[in-house]
C-alpha cells in the first residue's frame, strides 16, 4: 500500500470525502472531480491502484463536514495572506495543513456554513460547498508561482484524528448579497395589530414553530439556532418582545443542551438580546409576518406522527442498506460462517497442549470460576518461558522469552491464571521468579532484572501502559524501549545506561524477560495506534484474545497444584542454582569491573541444553516463514508483525518441547505445527480483531462508546447527564458535537426528558414506540 493510499483511507474512515487529483498536480483524474468524492474504502483503493502516486482531493463544505480558510503565499505575486489578515483577530487554534509556497489549511467545523469567497482577502479564500483542497502528504511538481514544487504537511501533532477542527470563526464570514428578489408580503386583514394580538392561533403557531427549530447546542452554533427561532417569533408571527420571551423561555429553552440559566443575570441577559437581535435583523428572505398564514404552522405538530414518519425513514434505511442479492448474500454468509467453524476448531485444538504445558492449563482451567483456555495458555506459555529461561536455547541461539498480552472483558477471568501461578511459585519454591505486578520506570525493571535475570512480570492491567504509550511520554517510551531491548538481547549481554559514576552501569548476561499483561479490549486498543504496529513494539507481543464471557464455575475451587506439577517446576528452577544457607544463588559469576577497589560481578547463565529441531520440524518453520513473506507481500501494514512470525514460534517450540521432555528435549514437527498454527491463529486475530479498532478514527471510536452506553440502558432510554458523567474523558464541546452526529445519522434517538434529553438506540426506540401505541 503507498502511502498516499494509506492517508486517503484513514481520512475517509475519519469521515473525509476523498479523491484523486492528478499525480503532482492540483487538477481531478475523475471525470466530475470533487462531485466523485467518496468515503467509499473500495472505491478509494480502486483509484490509487489505478493511479498510485494520484494526489488527494478532499470535498470541502457539509460533504466531509469541513470548511477550509485557505491562506496563500506568493512572493513573486506580491501575495501574503498572514499579511492581509493582520485587521482581524488570530485565528482559533484548529487542525492545519502546510502548503507547499509557505501557506496555510486550517480546517473548521460549523452548522452555520460560510459562503464561498475567492479572494475573501487578498490572499485568503473560503472554501465550503463545491470547492476542494489537497491534502498531506500530496506533492506537486514544479510550476509557474511554485517553482521548486514542494509537499503538503500537517502541522506536528495536528493530524485530524489527533486535533479536532474546532467551531469556523465569525470574523471571518465573508458578507451575504443581498436577495436578489423580493418576497410578496403577507396579507394580513387592515388594522389588525398583530405585535398586541396573543391568540390560541398565534400560540399554537409558535409552538408549532418553536417544535421543528433544531434546539441550541453549545459548540454546534447555538447562538445562531436561538437566534433563528427567536426570528420566527419577532418576525415571522410579531410578537412583542417580551410575548417571544415568555414563549422561548417556556417552549424552547428546556431543550437546549445545556439550557440557559435564566435565573442568572448574565445568562438571562444573552437570552434577552438574541431576541432584541431578531428584531433589529429579520430574515432578508421572509417578508413580515411570513407565519402568520402558513398552513404548516396552523397546528403544532403531534409527536406520534413525527414519531411514525422518524421510525419508517429509519427502517426504510436500514432495508435499502442492508439490499443486496440474495444469492451472493447467502454464499458470503456460507464462507462466513465455515471461518467461523473452522477457527473454533483450530481454537479447541490450540488449547490442548500436552506436557507440562498441558498439565499447568488443565489444573488453573479446573479450579477457575470462570475458564478462559486460551488466556491460560497464554499466561503458562509466559511463566515457562521464564522458569526455562537461561537453562535451554535451540539450535539456532534462540531463548524462551515472551511477552504475552492476555485481552478480555472486565470479570471475564483473564486474572485467574496469574493467581494460579503466583500460588505454584509457592508451592514449588520459586516465588524468585516473579517480579513486580506493575511497572514503576524502565530503572526499576532493569534493576529487577539485573538481580534476577530470569523473571516474570504479571502485570494487572497493562493497557494503562499502553495508553500511555500512546501520550508520547519520555518516561513510558524508556519503559518500551528497554523492553525492546531486553527482548532482543536474550542471547547475548545486555548493557544498561551509562552513568557518569564509574562502575554504576548494570550489566546482564543472556537476560529472560517474560511478560503476561492483562487488558481490557477497550483499554488495549486505546492506547495503540499504526506507529506502535510500525515500530516493532507490537510484532514482539502474542496477543492471547477471547470475546467469550464464560458463566461461573460453581464447583471450581481454588485446590493446590498436583504433586507432579509441582515437582516439575521445582527440579526445572533448580537447575543451575544452588543452596547455601537457605539462600538460592548462582554458581556461574563473571567479574564485569570494580567499584572502590571491590571486585563486582554478574550472574551468568548456567550451562544450558540445546534443543536440537528435527529436519522435518525445520521444514515446517520454513514452510511457516515462506507463507508469512507471502502474506506480507499482500498486506504491507502487517509486514512487520509477520516478520517476527518464525520467531516467535520457534520460542513457543522451544517451550513446547521442554515441557514435553525435561530430560533429553527436541523439536519435533509435530511440535513446530503446534507452534506454528498457534502463531497463526494469534496474528489472524490480532488483524482481525485489534487492527481494524486501531485504523478507525478516535471520532469513530468515541461515537460508538457513546452508542454501546445508550444501549446498555434499553427501552428505558438513557438520560444525558448519565452520557455526561460518563463520558469525562472528553469536554462538553466534544461531547455534544458526537451526540450531534449520531443524531443526524439516526444512530441514536432523543427526546425531551424535562429539562435534559433521554436517548434511545433505533431498535430499543422503535419497540419503545411500539410499546406506546400497544397501550393506547
Known sequence: MTNLLKYAIWYAAFGWRIFPLQPGKKQPITSHGVKDATTDEA??????????????GLACGGASGVYVIDIDVNADKGIDGFSSLKEFPSLPPTTFQHTPRGGLHAFYYTDNPPANKNNFRPGVDIRGDGYYVVLAPSVLDPYDGCPEGGEYKWGEDNLPWECEPVEYPDFMRPTKPAAKQEVSPVNIAPGTDTRMRYSNDICRRASCWLARCDPAVQGQGGHDKLFWAAQGMVSGLQLSDSQAYSLLASEYNPRCVPPWDLGNQRDEKDFRRKITEARKNPPRDKPLGWLLNDPDYAQAPGVEIDTAKLIANH?????QEAAVDSCDYRIKKEAQDRDEAARARELEFLIQPTGLLGEICSWINATSMRPQPFLTLGCTLAFLGALYGRKIKDANDGRTNLYCMGVAQSSAGKNNAPKRIRRLCMYADCIDLLGGDNFASDSAIELRVAKRPATIFLVDEIGHLMAHLKSGSPHHTQIVSLLMRLYSTASDIYLGKEYAEEGKQRTIIEPCCCIYGMATPERFT???????????????????????????????????????????CAEWWK??????????????????GELDGAPQFAEAPPQQIVVEATPEAERVFIKFDDTLTEFSRINNDAAVMYAKGEENARRVALICAASENASKPEITASIADYACRLIQFLLDSFLRVVVPEIAESQIGKNKRRIVAMI??????????RKITRKTQWTDQRSRNNLIGDLLEAEEIFREPDGRTFRYWTPEHYIALKAREATKE
Not at 43 to 56: H, V
Not at 580 to 591: A, E, L, M, N, R
Request: aromatic content about 8%; some cysteine; hydrophobic content about 25%.
Open 315 to 319: 427502517i426504510e434505511k436500514t432495508h
Open 43 to 56: 472505491q478509494i483503493r480502486a483509484w490509487w491502484e489505478k493511479w498510485p502516486k494520484a494526489n488527494i
Open 526 to 568: 486505546d492506547g495503540i495506534s499504526p506507529k506502535e504496529i510500525q515500530d516493532g513494539w507490537l510484532s514482539r507481543c502474542l496477543m492471547f484474545h477471547s470475546d467469550e464471557y464464560p458463566p461461573k464455575n460453581r464447583g471450581a475451587r481454588p485446590v493446590p497444584p498436583p504433586e507432579s506439577i509441582v515437582t516439575q
Open 711 to 720: 444501549n446498555k440502558c434499553g427501552v428505558a432510554g438513557c438520560r444525558h
Open 575 to 592: 537447575r543451575g542454582n544452588g543452596e547455601t544457607d537457605g539462600h538460592t544463588y548462582s554458581q556461574f559469576q563473571v567479574k564485569t
